[in-house]
């Protein structure tokens, strides 16, 4: 039975800086040219990227945002909640996993723009995510958790939770 220990060592996966552990495994070789972009990048981009990315018992994915809409897709291990917070405040939570009669789905798409973080429900989960346009790490905010409640005051339980310090 495979486990978070064996996906780390044979998908050669390295620490994340928003948490948990991840190896980019597609970026594509065509870019977008600035020009055809939205003014939110600041350069070209590659049309799209993916990486694997798995989270411990115990770990989470700190809340962050990116300029692209990232897909987040299921691979093994048990459920993981991906939480989401849109520009406007509203809080969404989403079940990754394959159990779709309990709400889980494989696969969920965060929309550019919303601050998000993830945490597992059981020992890991290994997941896939896919960007587009390709992501850089000059799109990637991880803001210090009394930056987001001063945003969000109404939802400091979860960012005391699942944001870094």
């Given amino acids: 039975m495979s486990n978070a220990n064996y996906y780390i060592e044979k998908l050669a996966l390295q620490k994340h800086p928003e948490g948990g552990w991840f190896k980019e495994v597609y970026r594509s070789g065509e870019s977008i040219a ?18 694997y990315f798995l989270l411990k018992q115990g770990e989470f994915s700190a809340f962050h945002k990116i300029k692209s809409d990232e897909i987040w ?3 093994d291990g048990g459920i993981l909640e991906i939480y989401s ?19 889980e789905l494989p696969q969920i798409n965060i929309p550019h723009g919303h601050y998000f973080a993830a945490k597992p429900k059981t020992d890991f989960t290994l997941v896939s995510c896919t960007v587009a346009p390709g992501f850089d790490f000059e799109d990637f905010e991880l ?14 339980d979860i960012i005391e939770e699942l944001a870094m310090l």
């Fill in 85 to 103: 917070i849109s520009p406007e405040g509203k809080l969404s939570v989403h079940k990754l996993g394959l159990n779709i009669a309990e709400g």
């Fill in 73 to 75: 897709h299921f691979h």
């Fill in 34 to 51: 600035i020009d055809a972009l939205d003014n939110r990048f600041s350069g070209p981009r590659s049309i799209s990227t993916s990486i």
């Fill in 143 to 156: 803001p210090k958790k009394a930056d987001l409640i001063q945003l969000f005051p109404e939802l400091s």
